[in-house]
């Protein structure tokens, strides 16, 4: 055994131990993105960076051997820039995305890409508890949004998008014609109670979260029906009663009380103020009376936080056309599922700051030349539309335009360390950018994995599992100097480089560039 110090801390610890074990041990995060435990130590990110106190020097601790009297500081500021700059220069490297482009646009910010992939499985239930993790609505909204993910979605760079609002139709239509449709799960019941003035979209959307998240909600609308816009500005060819009451119903279904017909003057929000403790206001715009309420405002509406929607530090929250007019239901249900966020951080005394999201890699439009690479696992043929609208897609064609999704999410997309490291660090993708992009490629020749080249950041951990559990090829670098690029050697396939170890390989990669097909499936 020998002696060491870690932040002026004295240890015990056995001699070769690597530095960066002892730090972890210690309780001390250190990220890393090149060291795989009991593997060939391979020093390339230089994301796990210390310094030695005598020296002063910057370090890898990855690499590092414990040496008698050895002084290590795994954290100041110049250490933090250090791995900040690390995880910039592996960015510029890095071409991929994290979110789709349609996940992105979607103002509710559902997982489009997993549920295309489990519709094109025929895993329906599946793709509608994913849905429903997002969507409030998923039946009125696959009829009336007009679907601004499927303008960002990529699928346009080859023919047409992909019939994102038909297919989230599907899967709610499908719950709705259930014998006993799904109801989701709640949290443990809070004890809190909050009042929602308002049974528009954006008043439905925040008593569906609030729901879950375990609070008692109560809907109070001045209309003889909930729904709001849905009752004002649809006609019934375009959304049917029957659909929107069977939604709405689902709704109450989680506890959600509702009181229709029963208008809210001054003395009425006050005494909600009082009573509930929190009050969400989505009356839409132009509610006659809410100018009496005692609330700030402006021209379109009342003021409020606008990531948060918070007025001010009361307990009262706005969401949709009461905060800012707007035409799009999906906006206002985005926007509800985001102030649940809020209230739920409020109700339990947590710093109210909203939803947050992670660092987001983004490299823009496809070129022509990348168009055939991500058709590799897309089924190809045009958008395909029902005969008749108001009959939506049958399963099979819902299977069959699902399989037109490109995949251009990642599929590692909660699990990728340059990503998770990049948001802790608050890396900028763009400080290193390059003057033109590296084509994205896609090796899907093998039944378990995809490789994905340009995601790649030659972290070399394929290498060395592949050498060690002695595949016949496995992956190698390739090339010399800054043209060197990880691959199977002498032109072989990739199902031919891995037949061992394809899944530990896809597990261990910190970046996605290798990832399992079915991962989220």
């Known amino acids: 055994m020998i002696k060491i110090k870690i932040d002026k801390r004295e240890l015990e610890v056995a001699e070769g131990s690597v530095v960066m074990e002892v730090i972890r041990d210690m ?5 890393s993105m090149c060291y795989l435990k009991d593997t060939e130590r391979f020093t390339s990110c230089m994301v796990c960076v210390v310094k030695d106190r005598k020296s002063g020097k910057i370090v890898p601790s990855c690499s590092m051997e414990a040496l008698e009297g050895m002084d290590i500081i795994s954290m100041d500021d110049e250490i933090r820039e250090a791995r900040k700059s690390a995880l910039e220069l592996l960015l510029s490297e890095h071409v991929g995305d994290c979110e789709a482009p349609c996940q992105v646009t979607c103002p509710a910010h559902m997982d489009i890409p997993l549920m295309n992939r489990l519709l094109a499985a025929g895993k329906f239930h599946e793709a509608l ?4 993790k997002d969507i409030a609505l998923p039946s009125i909204l696959g009829r009336i949004c007009p679907a601004p993910c499927e303008g960002a979605c990529r699928r346009k760079s080859v023919d047409e998008a992909v019939s994102i609002c038909l297919l989230k139709r599907f899967a709610g239509d499908e719950d709705l014609a259930a014998e006993v449709p799904w109801k989701p799960e709640a949290a443990k019941t809070s004890g809190k109670n909050v009042t929602i003035i308002g049974a528009g979209p954006a008043g439905l959307a925040a008593a569906y979260h609030l729901a879950l998240k375990g609070h008692r909600c109560r809907v109070i609308d001045r209309n003889r029906m909930a729904g709001g816009s849905l009752l004002k500005e649809v006609s019934e060819e375009e959304l049917p ?13 989680l506890g959600v009380e509702f009181s229709l017909d029963s208008a809210v003057d001054q003395k009425r929000f006050s005494e909600f103020e009082s009573s ?17 309420w005692g609330l700030p405002m402006h021209s379109n509406g009342i003021e409020a936080a ?42 339990r005394g947590q710093a ?7 660092f987001n890699s983004r490299f823009g439009k496809l070129v022509p030349a990348e168009y055939a690479e991500y058709l590799k696992e897309s089924m190809e043929g045009p958008r395909l539309e029902p005969d008749r609208k108001e009959d939506g897609l049958s399963r099979e064609q819902v299977m069959a335009e699902a399989a037109r999704c490109l995949h251009c999410d990642c599929r590692d997309l909660h699990t990728c360390r340059l990503r998770l490291y990049s948001d802790a660090y608050g890396a900028d993708q763009k400080r290193f950018k390059p003057e033109t992009r590296q084509l994205c490629t896609k090796q899907a020749q093998h039944n378990e994995v995809i490789y994905e080249p340009s995601k790649c950041i030659k972290c070399g951990i394929c290498v060395r599992l592949t050498a060690q559990y002695r595949e016949d090829f496995g992956f190698t670098f390739i090339g010399r100097g800054f043209d060197v690029v990880i691959g199977i050697p002498f032109n072989e396939s990739l199902a031919a480089g891995l037949k061992k170890v394809a899944l530990e390989v896809a597990d261990a ?6 990832s399992r097909k079915s991962k989220k499936i």
């Open 306 to 347: 606008g990531k948060t929607y918070q007025v001010g530090d009361s307990k009262v929250f706005v969401v949709g056309s009461a905060l800012k007019p707007s035409k799009m239901a999906i906006r206002a249900l985005g926007q509800g599922k985001e102030a649940a966020f809020s209230v739920d951080q409020f109700l």
């Open 241 to 253: 009663a029957k659909i929107r009451q069977q939604e709405i119903e689902q709704i109450a279904a």
């Open 27 to 31: 309780g001390i995060e250190v990220p």
């Open 352 to 358: 109210v700051q909203g939803e947050s999201f992670l």
């Open 509 to 514: 990669c910190p970046t996605g560039a290798i």
């Open 129 to 132: 508890v994913a849905v429903k």
């Open 276 to 292: 509930s403790d929190a009050v969400v206001v989505a009356t839409g715009k132009g509610e006659s009376g809410v100018s009496e």
